[in-house]
Nanobody, 122 residues
């Protein structure tokens, strides 16, 4: 099983980026995105169910970020709009094979991608 994150980069405040997470090896019950800024704990950003029908977001990104997926390509996306300098972090995609209701803890996922850097300049 492999998760490959891509799409990070440098963008000015107010700009947009689209992250992708391509999965291989199996399908998952839920996919998520987390981020980790220097000196901080890894934090939840967004999650989506296997069907794509239900999504969850951290309060800090609601209304600005959108998680989606293409099941045919086994790929999850994170569209990030109205980016702020405080969004600067390494973004990690995550996935889990088991079912459950909790989505916002790192322990809720059993597979992780390698991370992609997002830097938002002011």
């Amino acid at each position: 099983v492999q998760l490959q994150a891509s799409g990070g980069g440098l963008v000015q405040a107010g700009g947009s980026l689209r992250l992708s997470c391509a999965a291989s090896g199996r399908t998952f019950s839920r996919n998520g995105w987390f981020r980790q800024a220097p000196g901080k704990e890894r934090e939840f950003v967004a999650a989506i169910t296997r069907s794509g029908d239900y999504t969850d977001y951290a309060d800090s990104v609601k209304g600005r970020f959108t998680i989606s997926k293409d099941n045919a390509k086994n790929t999850v996306f994170l569209q990030m709009n109205s980016l702020k300098p405080e969004d600067t972090a390494v973004y990690y995609c995550a996935a889990r094979t088991f079912y459950g209701t909790s989505v916002s803890f790192t322990s809720d996922y059993d597979y992780w991608g390698q991370g992609t850097q997002v830097t938002v300049s002011s």
